[in-house]
Each structure stands twice: as structure tokens, then as C-alpha cells.
């Protein structure tokens, strides 16, 4: 099994990419709107890849936060608020927004169980700054550590109730980038009592199941590598520091933020310490490439993977969707 998770590029796999993967053995798929249709297209596609792999756990991926990140929409599947809309109801009634928050993230979880998805990139876990990049800060769960912790825990805690394993990310911290990582690679420098803040959300949910890298620059910890690249961030930040044994995988390796080839990225963040590489475009040149730079995933990542699918083995979804948007709603005061 290859260190790395694939995408793929329409709504069925394509027979190259059938006998490609079969070949290549990735560790899991994630999916994009260009894979979604409608539900019976989507559970025949995760059919295939459960049938193509032999693994009935097999992770298959999406990024399903709500609000402007959201792969499954109407008028197929219901829209869902993106992280400030239960911060704002924090402020006001923290149990409230947890419990919101906490049903949103079950229906969500129901949602995408219907149709074969197991892992949903979810929570973020990014303390917002008064200039965060709009990237973060429109989906952010606010400014405050403890509450980010709190509702990340939630979002967790609901996921899991409906058959989903869900993902921190973005480590060690998101929130003090000022642009754009799809285009720009940010540097921070922040010295290290300041990042404490950062880390703080993280370190309270350092049992997560899953975990993902940022392409940011620490200059209080590594002033030449991105986090994703860095073995000092990856080591003695997210592992000692955090405490975080999970799954650590990267943020997608083709955003701009990152230099060289794809496989140059790929060993690069494998060396540094990740257990897997996201890899999301589904370029078959880049992709045979990714496979040609890396071995097979080591028996730690392996055990890592393992103990993260079965957070969520023999859970059998028994949660109302419409009954938990219409709790999350009434919370909201949107009812």
C-alpha cells in the first residue's frame, strides 16, 4: 500500500484509472464535485473503490464543512453554515452552540454515510486573528481556543455518530496565515510563546482519529520548510508539543504554496514525518509520479490508519437527518 490518497477524475473511474490504482494499491480516495452527481451515482462510485481496493475500510474522503466549502449540495443534499454561524451562537449560549454544532455534524455524517463516505475533512481546529486570510476566516469556529476545542470536539463527536471519522486540521495552526495557501505560501512569525495560542485547540483534541498538515512557514520553529515539509514541526511540534499520535496526512500537495514536482512534495512530506500525502487532482503524469517517489506506507502509519477506520467500524447510522437540521435550525434561531 502506497502512502498517499488519490483523486479521481469524473463521476466513474476511468479505466485507466482502474488499472492504475489496482496497480499502485493507495491507501485511500478523496472525492470533489466533479465525482458527485446525485446518491446512486455516488454509492456506485465508493462501491468501486471499496471493491477495487479489498478493503471494506478503505478511506474515502471529502471536504464537506458547509457554508463555501461543500462538494454535495442542493438540490440533491441539503446546504450546511460554515464555522462562524456557531461561533456566533457561543457568544450568546455556549451549550447551545456546542449542541448545534454537535447535530450538524451527525447529519452531516449521515449524509455522506448514505453514500459510502467515511472521513470528512472536519474539524477545523484554526484560532482566527483579526487579519486571518478569508480563506480560514469564513470558516473558522472563532478566536478563542477553548472554544474552537470545544466545538471541535463536538463536530467529532458527531461525525462519529454517524459512521464518519473526522479529520483536525489545519496543523499546527492555520489562523495567523494572511493569505492564501492554494496560492501563496505564508510565513509566520510569531514567536513561540504567541503560537501557544495556536497550538492550544490541537493539544486539547490530540486524540483524533485523523489530522492535517498546513503548507505555512513557523519561523519561531522552522524558518527555511513549511510545516507540511518540516520534520522539526512534524516531530517536536505536532507530535511531542501536541501530543498528537493520530494519522497526520498533508493538506493537498498541488497547492501553490508548495515548490517542485509532486513527487519531489510527496517524499519530501513523507520524509518529514507525515503517514500519508493528499494528492486531489487526479493528473495521471502526477500521480504516476507520486508512485514512482514513494515506498510502501510504513508499518507505524499503517497501525495509525488502521486504529483511525476503526474509530468508526460496526457504527450502523441510526440518527433523523431532517430531525437533527431541524434541531441544529432551531438552535440557530433560524426557525
Known amino acids: ?35 458527485i452527481e446525485n446518491r446512486a451515482q455516488v454509492r456506485a462510485l465508493t462501491d468501486s473503490l471499496r471493491a477495487l481496493s479489498g478493503r471494506d475500510d478503505v478511506p474515502i474522503l471529502i471536504d464537506q464543512e458547509g457554508g463555501r466549502v461543500a462538494r454535495m449540495g442542493p438540490p440533491e443534499w441539503p446546504a450546511f453554515p460554515a464555522g462562524p454561524a456557531f461561533d456566533a451562537l457561543y457568544e450568546l449560549a455556549p451549550m447551545s452552540a456546542i449542541e448545534a454544532v454537535r447535530a450538524n ?25 483579526p487579519d486571518t486570510t478569508e480563506a480560514i476566516s469564513t470558516r473558522a469556529l472563532g478566536s478563542e481556543p477553548l472554544r474552537v476545542a470545544a ?51 490541537f493539544a486539547s483534541l490530540k486524540d483524533a482519529p485523523m489530522g492535517m498538515t498546513s503548507h505555512i512557514v513557523f519561523e519561531a520553529w522552522d524558518k527555511d520548510r513549511p510545516a507540511t515539509l518540516s520534520p522539526v514541526v512534524i516531530e517536536q511540534i505536532i507530535r511531542q508539543r501536541i501530543g498528537f499520535d493520530g494519522l497526520l496526512m498533508t493538506d493537498d500537495i498541488d497547492m501553490k504554496a508548495l515548490s517542485g514536482t509532486a513527487g519531489d512534495k ?18 495521471m503524469d502526477e500521480m504516476a509520479d507520486i508512485a514512482d517517489r514513494l515506498g510502501e506506507m510504513s508499518a507505524a502509519s499503517r497501525a495509525r490508519l488502521e486504529r483511525a477506520m476503526a474509530t468508526v467500524a460496526g457504527v450502523l447510522p441510526s440518527g433523523d437527518l431532517a430531525a437533527l437540521i431541524e434541531k441544529r435550525d432551531q438552535l440557530l434561531g433560524l426557525v
Not at 510527496?266 to 493528473?283: F, H, K, P, Q, S
Request: proline share 6%.
Open 1 to 35: 500500500m502506497k502512502p498517499v490518497i488519490f483523486g479521481l477524475s469524473g463521476p466513474i473511474l476511468a479505466p485507466e484509472e482502474t488499472a492504475f490504482f489496482a496497480a499502485v494499491e493507495p491507501a485511500g480516495y478523496i472525492l470533489f464535485k466533479r465525482n
Open 105 to 129: 455534524a451527525e447529519a452531516i455524517a449521515l449524509m455522506l454515510s448514505e453514500v459510502g463516505i467515511n472521513v470528512d475533512c472536519l474539524p477545523l481546529l484554526d484560532v482566527a486573528q
Open 151 to 201: 466545538m471541535g470536539r463536538a463536530i467529532l463527536d458527531g461525525l462519529r455518530r454517524g459512521g464518519v471519522v473526522g479529520v483536525v486540521k489545519h496543523m499546527p495552526g492555520h489562523g495567523r496565515a494572511k493569505v492564501d495557501t492554494h496560492y501563496y505560501l505564508p510565513t509566520v512569525t510569531a514567536s513561540d510563546a504567541e503560537l501557544a495560542i495556536d497550538l492550544r485547540p
Open 266 to 283: 510527496a517524499a519530501g512530506a513523507i520524509a518529514a514525518g507525515c503517514d500519508l500525502v493528499l494528492d486531489c487532482w487526479a493528473r
